[in-house]
T-cell receptor
Framework: AQTVTQSQPEMSVQEAETVTLSCTYD???????LFWYKQPPSRQMILVIRQEAYKQQNATENRFSVNFQKAAKSFSLKISDSQLGDTAMYFC??????FGSGTYKYIFGTGTRLKVLA | KAGVTQTPRYLIKTRGQQVTLSCSPISGHRSVSWYQQTPGQGLQFLFE???????NKGNFPGRFSGRQFSNSRSEMNVSTLELGDSALYLC??????????????FGPGTRLLVL
């Protein structure tokens, strides 16, 4: 069975600094997708960034980038120039797609609570 | 496009009662998934509906059920509520396809408190 592990329950970073959130996963699949979601306090969960496993190039979205190490099954999120609005719970998610049947399955990590300090 | 909407946003029930939560997906999205989020357990997958059929199911008791209508709106029902059912229930929708088209977009959630 697939698992997703986020080993850092809580982290803090100074405003304008860079922080990296770690995520590891376990799977025997070769085709899958990885996501980082952000859930601000009392607010909606939103997609931050996503990565196809078959792509070697790391995904980047403005200040957010990932370090995808497929062999090591690692998918860390780097936030550059941290802003107060980045304070949130961050979830790493793994999605396995079953071609043909059209079914897929999401597995989420337990989350990392990030606090950006002024 | 309007995002995923969920109603009600907050709900207080007592043990033994039943509750129905509603989710309207993003226009054009036909897949709707439900999750239970608690501080101790994180996000746990309940079930997923596509074209009015349950495609995937998590490891929850039969008290948790759902359905999807022809307009892709989905409802989740919990019968005989227990204190442990207190949680944030999240709905997520996606467009049918493959790969990143299956990216899920979440609603704001319904916070259920069981007394």
């Amino acid at each position: 069975a697939q698992t997703v592990t986020q080993s850092q329950p809580e982290m803090s970073v100074q405003e304008a600094e860079t922080v990296t959130l770690s995520c590891t996963y376990d799977t025997s699949e070769n085709n899958y997708y990885l996501f980082w979601y952000k859930q601000p306090p009392s607010r909606q969960m939103i997609l931050v960034i996503r990565q196809e496993a078959y792509k070697q190039q790391n995904a980047t979205e403005n200040r957010f980038s990932v370090n995808f190490q497929k062999a090591a099954k690692s998918f860390s999120l780097k936030i550059s120039d941290s802003q107060l609005g980045d304070t949130a719970m961050y979830f790493c998610a793994f999605m396995k797609l079953k071609f043909g049947s059209g079914t897929y399955k999401y597995i989420f990590g337990t989350g990392t609570r990030l606090k950006v300090l002024a | 496009k309007a995002g995923v909407t969920q109603t009600p946003r907050y709900l207080i029930k007592t043990r033994g009662q039943q509750v129905t939560l509603s989710c309207s997906p993003i226009s054009g999205h036909r897949s709707v998934s439900w999750y239970q989020q608690t501080p101790g357990q994180g996000l746990q997958f309940l079930f997923e509906y596509f074209s009015e059929t349950q495609r995937n199911k998590g490891n929850f008791p039969g008290r948790f059920s759902g359905r999807q209508f022809s307009n892709s709106r989905s409802e989740m029902n919990v019968s005989t509520l227990e204190l442990g059912d207190s949680a944030l229930y999240l709905c997520a929708s996606s467009f049918p396809g493959q790969g990143l088209l299956e990216t899920q977009y979440f609603g704001p959630g319904t916070r259920l408190l069981v007394l």
